[in-house]
């Protein structure tokens, strides 16, 4: 999660290096449940005086003006970027820090 953070704020030309993202927090929680990590990621961010929320929506339901946003994949977490019914554009810290098009169906299959 916290490199699909640092990705999304980089969107924002908000550049944090992974250990400036965790000073004064307390440590990620990697075997916390959902709940505790996505506390902490609002928490993260809301201390360095951004706003953020954190919601479960399908992801037909996804509107341009809530993005970017952070998903968890069954893999891990990406940060969709674009959100259409045909493609959909992701960026996946294991690919890199450019986004990429996925299709829209594939995308669902690995939603969590």
């Known amino acids: 999660m916290l490199v699909a953070l640092q990705s ?9 290096t992974l250990n400036a993202l965790r ?14 990590q996505n506390d902490w990621a609002l928490r993260t961010l809301q201390s ?16 341009s003006f809530v993005l970017p946003a952070i998903m968890r994949l069954q893999t891990g977490y990406c940060v969709l970027t ?3 019914e045909k493609k959909c554009a992701i960026i996946d810290p294991a690919l890199g820090s450019q986004p990429v098009e996925v299709d829209f169906a594939r995308l669902a299959q690995h939603y969590s």
Do not use: H, N, Y
């Open 23 to 36: 000073v004064g927090m307390p440590a990620f929680p990697p075997d916390a449940d959902i709940s505790a």
């Open 48 to 63: 360095r005086g951004m706003s953020a929320a954190w919601q479960k929506i399908d992801l037909t339901d996804v509107k």
């Open 8 to 16: 999304a704020l980089r969107l924002f030309d908000v550049r944090l």
């Open 82 to 84: 674009q959100c259409s």
